[in-house]
């Protein structure tokens, strides 16, 4: 469920003192998964500010270093992607009351929800190119949030007593198929790793027209396997007629769209369906926990129902069709 967090305008001017813009003249809050986001008119230039705010979405101000460190290293290699603003001090990190983030210029373009195949194969393009550029690549700002296989089984573990002590429905049943299903995943530790968006869906890649223009939002980016990355972005974008339906095409031209920039190795081929299943199973336990934690809103307790008791098995249901489009 999206929802808005505001500031209010007195904290957002001294905010913006520091960057020497000019006076606020238009301040919209927007509609995100948990950050306080705003689109900001000044001297009738457009800005976006993002703050990271407390609770599991809080960044620490080295976490915000290392995401603005990922995006001038994507940017000095032609990528599009939208770097921070300095300061007039040369500051690039914004704080206010312990919630940090940062500025940027806002591009306006739109997410598509309902690409075509074309549109498909440019978004595939693009992460093979992402990750063609990040293999091996670590930033030197560190980033504690990371959310692989791992880190998400402690979560779960973590989690299990305030899951079914909530009133989550079916909760004994969903911790149950949970359980089951993430630890019967394992990936090997000679993946192919570097630094991953994490969060590759359609909302997160804007476009003016067909033109794709920029990737958005690295909050959860981290270093990590690139398969990881790639199944979160097949989760993403081949779950069709809103998530209730399986696309084996799209699947196709998605990867064939990667592999343009960066060859899938043999055993990310090997891995990737368990990368499928994985994404659905993180975002399932973020859901979940929004609910129960954040939200309580009936969106976001149905999406992780859904991810862990139909989506799943629509991956094992196509999973001859899904490896032999590897293969081929």
């Given amino acids: 469920m999206l929802t808005k967090q505001t500031i209010p305008r007195l904290e957002l001017e001294k905010i913006l003192t520091e960057f020497e813009l000019g006076q606020i003249e238009k301040f919209e809050p927007l509609e995100t998964s948990g950050n306080i986001t705003y689109c900001l008119t000044v001297n009738s230039k457009v800005y976006f500010l993002r703050l990271c705010p407390k609770g599991q979405r809080w960044r620490s101000q080295e976490e915000i270093r290392a995401e603005i460190e990922l995006l001038e290293y994507l940017k ?6 939208i770097t921070a603003i300095k300061n ?11 919630q940090h983030g940062y500025l940027r210029e806002f ?98 890649i804007l476009w003016q027209e067909d033109r794709l223009v920029t990737l958005v939002d690295f909050d959860r980016s981290y270093f990590g396997r690139l398969v990881l990355d790639l199944g979160q972005a097949v989760r993403g974008w081949c779950f069709v007629d809103n998530w209730m339906s399986w696309n084996n095409e799209t699947f196709e031209t998605l990867i064939e769209g990667y592999q343009q920039k960066r060859n899938l190795t043999e055993s990310e081929k090997e891995s990737l369906i368990n990368a499928i299943k994985f994404g659905i199973l993180e ?35 196509n999973r001859k069709k899904i490896e032999k489009i590897l293969v081929k």
């Avoid at 000095?76 to 992607?81: A, E, K, L, Q, Y």
């Avoid at 007039?88 to 312990?98: C, F, L």
């Avoid at 975002?283 to 976001?300: A, Q």
């Fill in 107 to 204: 591009i306006k373009a739109e997410a598509k929800m309902n690409p075509t195949f074309a549109e498909v194969e440019k978004f595939g393009k693009l992460v093979g190119w992402l990750h063609s550029l990040t293999e091996n690549y670590k930033t030197e700002n560190y980033r504690e949030h990371i959310f692989d296989l791992s880190k998400t089984k402690q979560r779960f573990g973590e989690s299990k007593p305030k899951i079914l002590a909530s009133d989550f429905q079916e909760k004994q049943k969903f911790v149950r198929q949970f359980e089951k299903e993430i630890l019967s995943l394992n990936f090997s530790n000679n993946l192919p790793r570097g630094m991953i968006h994490e969060d590759l869906g359609k909302r997160h």
């Fill in 88 to 98: 007039r001090d040369g500051e690039v990190v914004i704080s206010w009351k312990n």
């Fill in 283 to 317: 975002r399932s336990l973020s859901f979940c926990l929004n609910f129960i934690e954040i939200t309580h809103h009936k969106d976001d307790q149905d999406f992780a129902l859904d991810g862990v008791f139909r989506q799943l098995g629509l991956i094992e249901k």
């Fill in 76 to 81: 000095s290699n032609n990528f599009p992607v």
